[in-house]
């Protein structure tokens, strides 16, 4: 099913996309033309993949009305990224984006719009087009060392990564994120024993060994691409209304980060970095 699902219209800015499914139905459900301060909402949720569930709830407020974010009253218990916000009516008031925080629907019929042109003119694209139009195709590392209980702290540095791309982990774990560059610390008992910079492929799995011995760098030839040229953004479906070909709308997960010209750094191979002990 995911393979014939495309991107009509996205906006790395807001989050948010709106996916062409193959689906003979049209759409059903209506946006909310205003949303007021203090209105209830009902949020709907499918705990444990089973009978969905609502929860009534206020908006509290909408941040930098037209463009900003609603802030809800409460979380929506069971909630994932996407789940849908409905007014009394009926109407789509917005989406659900973690915590207190919902999409609205009314920013949307701009998207809508240029979705339903790119459906007709035959202009979407692949997840993977979109995650490379993005800069965020999905490379991995595997990172080990021969220090004594290491832990690794990764931090991404190119402009186009999201800050929540960073992670720590005891060593050997491997991290997986967008392409481009990013640094890595090696902590022993709290102190940084070696810091060193790395970069991730579109679709390779590398491997990074920090050793405490001082010898030179050996790259060896230790890639493995993965089927379908890499990931892209991971998405997750809620309804909005629209046209023609049924039409859904995704929030992406964590942050977007504007699009950039500069091509990513590549590494070959893997890398073994040797340190001198302390």
């Not at 492929?201 to 050793?211: K, Q, Y």
Request: glycine fraction near 12%.
């Amino acid at each position: 099913m995911t393979q014939n699902v495309r991107v009509a219209a996205y906006d790395a800015g807001a989050d948010v996309a709106v996916l062409a499914v193959p689906m003979s139905g049209t759409d059903s459900l209506p946006l909310a033309a205003a949303i007021a301060d203090g209105q209830y909402v009902w949020g709907v949720a499918l705990p444990n993949c089973s009978s969905p569930s609502e929860e009534r709830l206020r908006v509290s407020s909408w941040q930098n009305r037209p463009t900003g974010a609603l802030v809800l009253s409460d979380s929506i218990a069971n909630a994932v990224f996407g789940s849908p916000l409905f007014d009394q009516q009926g109407a789509l008031v917005g989406l659900s984006t973690g915590g207190r925080l919902a999409f609205p629907a009314p920013r949307a019929g701009a998207l809508l719009d240029r979705a339903r042109q790119n459906v007709s003119a035959q202009r979407t694209r692949t997840f993977a087009q979109v995650g490379s139009a993005e800069s965020h195709l999905f490379g991995s590392v595997a990172i080990t060392s021969s220090l004594q209980k290491p832990v690794a702290r990764v931090t991404p540095l190119d402009d186009w990564q999201w800050p929540e791309l960073g992670q720590t982990s005891f060593v050997p774990f491997t991290y997986a994120g967008a392409e481009g560059r990013y640094r890595l610390e090696l902590t022993v008992n709290g102190q940084v024993q070696r810091t060193v910079e790395f970069a991730l492929r579109p679709g390779v799995a590398d491997r990074l060994t920090v050793n405490p011995e001082q010898v030179a760098q050996q790259p060896r030839a230790a890639v493995e691409p993965q089927e379908g040229g890499g990931g892209g953004f991971p998405w997750i479906l809620g309804i909005l209304g629209g046209g023609g070909a049924a039409v859904l709308a995704a929030v992406l997960l964590g942050g977007g980060g504007a699009p950039t010209d500069k091509a990513p750094p590549t590494t070959t191979g893997s890398i073994t970095i040797r340190v001198p002990n302390r």
